[in-house]
């Protein structure tokens, strides 16, 4: 999915002020990095055939050279995965509990993030996490099921850190279900709060499944078969089936034809484009059987 500039560009824009503002209290400093990244033609609309994600590399380089940080988000990583991990227990539990553990266990990996904060001291789910987990569209998920009881093997590429906590347990599920081998993948380069393997390790993953780096050698919140690993090339095509989490992966693995057919995107209609083009309203989680 290309660039939407009337909704991308100012997306882009917050995201960058945010992080800057992580990082630098000068509002001097802020002014002059926001300066900077308007050179990017995307940011322009001068460029339009790019992905949000390779975008959102281009903003990060920028950050990167200037701040001199590496990954200013880590302590809100290593966050976000300690919230989620707080309420693992929680959640395995309705699991065990219910008739469907797949169709539960989709609903919180695909709801992620927005899980902790919707939950209040005595661990009980709100009316907010009641609607957004109905969300759901149940015929979906049916295919999806289909696809899991034929796949043998399948490849999960991993998005956000809290919501690979929750990842973790959809991926302790199907191969308690249907026996699948997983192998699950996260960026090799920190970029924005995406998992990479340190903190996909650190909650646990790798007890539940096999889990490889992408092998992309710079900060893209995405994935480009072009730049993945030779191993992680071959699993892709040795798979059954393919699971994307998150919209990153989804902007940019839509445009892999080989992929069609044997590709199911997991996401939240967070903005308007993912809106119009599932016809759902914002917020619902998106089952995707492309």
């Not at 002020?17 to 992580?22: A, F, L």
């Amino acid at each position: 999915m290309f660039m939407q500039a009337d909704y991308c560009i100012p997306c882009m824009l917050k995201m960058s002020v945010e992080i800057i503002r992580g990082v630098t209290k000068d509002e001097k400093q802020v002014r002059k990095f926001m300066t900077d990244i308007l050179k990017i033609k995307a940011l322009r609309w001068e460029k339009v055939a790019i992905t949000p994600p390779e975008v959102a590399r281009d903003v990060w380089f920028r950050m990167q050279q200037f701040s001199s940080i590496e990954d200013p988000l880590r302590a809100t990583k290593a966050e976000q995965n300690k919230k989620a991990l707080k309420i693992y227990p929680f959640i395995k539990e309705i699991l065990h509990e219910s008739s469907d553990p797949i169709l539960e266990a989709l609903k919180f990996a695909i709801a992620g993030n927005s899980i902790d904060a919707m939950l209040d001291a005595k661990r009980g789910m709100d009316s907010k996490i009641i609607k957004l987990l109905s969300s759901i569209n149940v015929k979906d998920v049916e295919v999806l099921k289909r696809r899991f009881k034929k796949a043998k093997k399948i490849v999960y590429f991993t998005d956000n850190c809290g919501e690979i906590v929750f990842d973790r347990l959809l991926i302790e599920r199907i191969k308690e279900v249907y026996n699948s081998q997983v192998t699950a993948v996260t960026r090799t380069v920190p970029i924005l709060n995406d998992a990479i393997m340190e903190e996909a390790l650190s909650i646990g993953l790798g007890e539940v499944t096999m889990v490889i780096e992408n092998g992309i050698q710079e900060p893209l919140p995405g994935t480009i078969l072009s730049k993945v690993s030779p191993e992680i090339k071959a699993a892709v095509e040795e798979s059954d089936l393919i699971i994307s989490k998150g919209g990153g992966n989804y902007e940019t693995l839509t445009e892999e034809e080989s992929l069609k057919g044997r590709i199911t995107y997991l996401f939240q209609a967070k903005c308007y484009p993912y809106c119009r083009i599932h016809n759902v309203p914002l917020g619902a989680l998106i089952v995707y059987n492309n």
